[in-house]
Nanobody, 124 residues
Framework: QVQLVESGGGLVQAGGSLRLSCQAS????????MGWFRRSPGKEREFVAA????????NYAESVKGRFTISRDNAKNTVYLQMNSLKPEDTAVYYC?????????????????WGQGTQVTVSS
């Protein structure tokens, strides 16, 4: 079992930045890929970014490419999402997820464990 706890969300003005963290416990995250997803009110959950088990591969949703960066520190059992140039449409609850595969992408069904989420609100 893996417990995932997100932090770093909050209220920010458009154009600002936030850094989300996802701290894992119960099992090392170095066994699999990690991902970030988000859900806005009234919308389906959507993929944001993913990083491979060793951090050698990343992929991003088109909507965040060039603005968000996913990274991981396996020694600290933590995954990060640096979010720059935030837009009001980035407002959502952001969820961290852990996969048992070395490489995982945008398919949420590949992820076995999920955090409770952290709210990000971007004002215009």
């Amino acid at each position: 079992q893996v417990q995932l706890v997100e932090s770093g969300g909050g209220l920010v003005q458009a154009g600002g930045s936030l850094r989300l963290s996802c701290q894992a416990s119960g099992r090392t995250i170095s066994t699999g890929a990690m991902g970030w997803f988000r859900r806005s009110p009234g919308k389906e959950r959507e993929f944001v970014a993913a990083i491979s088990r060793l951090g050698d591969s990343t992929n991003y949703a088109e909507s965040v490419k060039g603005r968000f960066t996913i990274s991981r520190d396996n020694a600290k059992n933590t995954v990060y999402l640096q979010m720059n140039s935030l837009k009001p449409e980035d407002t959502a609850v952001y969820y961290c997820a852990a996969s048992g595969k070395s490489y995982s992408g945008s398919d949420g069904s590949e992820y076995n464990f999920w955090g409770q989420g952290t709210q990000v609100t971007v004002s215009s």
